[in-house]
């Protein structure tokens, strides 16, 4: 069973420039999560999905960052217009109902500069 | 809100002994507690899952514990190798499906 997908695997791009990560999720998890680790840091929460529902996006810098999570499945993460301090890995990551592990995508390694 | 909290940030250790990675918390109403690999430039690996009503679990030559009431869990990896080289997070999670992190443990095991 494929993991959790996502692209670009790195990005560079240019301050105020937008940008968009993807991320398919496993196959039935209806739980999904977007985090930024920022290097030498833990991940950080930016959003979590449950289907189709933003159900906790309370560490989504709104002002410039959204996403979407379209029929529950897929999502995308945006950033417009990008910052020098957005440059980080951002994470994807999905689980089952509650209580379960939760698994991670390999990250998309974004530098803005 | 939850803090998780990683001692030490780094370790090195010679190939072949054992040793233990510290994970506190600051909230003890955790659903579980997750261990996670993480090689350089990639995602998270998850290593071991601990229910709130368990005390421990073991994979291989990886065995957590998890003592709810004084918030810490620690990560026992026996008989060290170089591949077991990364870094080691460990992740709460509580209320609203909230996976909380601590900032990691970096691990080299030298040959």
């Known amino acids: 069973e494929a993991g959790v997908v996502q692209s670009p695997r790195y990005k560079i791009i240019e301050k105020k420039q937008p940008v968009a990560f993807w991320c398919n999720p496993i196959?039935?998890?209806?739980?999904l999560y977007w985090y930024r680790q920022n290097l030498g840091q833990g991940p950080e929460l930016l959003i979590r999905y449950e289907n189709e529902e933003a159900v906790d996006d309370s560490q989504l810098p709104k002002d410039r960052f959204s996403a979407e999570r379209l029929k529950g499945v897929d999502s995308t993460l945006k950033i417009q217009p990008a910052e020098l301090g957005d440059s980080a890995v951002y994470l994807c990551?999905?689980?089952?109902?509650?209580?379960?592990?939760?698994?991670f995508g390999q990250g998309t390694r974004l530098t803005v500069v | 809100k939850q803090e998780v909290t990683q001692i030490p940030a780094a370790l090195s250790v010679p190939e072949g002994e054992n040793l233990v990675l510290n994970c506190s918390f600051t909230?003890?109403?955790?659903?579980?507690l997750q261990w996670f690999r993480q090689d350089p430039g990639k995602g998270l690996t998850s290593l071991l899952l601990i229910q709130s009503s368990q005390r421990e679990q073991t994979s291989g030559r990886l065995n957590a514990s998890l003592d709810k009431s004084s918030g810490r869990s620690t990560l026992y990896i026996a008989a060290s190798q170089p591949g077991d080289s990364a870094t080691y997070l460990c992740?709460?999670?509580?209320?609203?499906?909230?996976?909380?992190f601590g900032e990691g443990t970096q691990l080299t095991v030298n040959p």
């Open positions: 992740a709460t999670e509580t209320s609203g499906s909230r996976l909380t």
């Open positions: 990551a999905s689980s089952a109902p509650i209580d379960t592990e939760a698994f």
């Open positions: 196959s039935g998890h209806n739980t």
């Open positions: 909230d003890s109403a955790i659903y579980n």
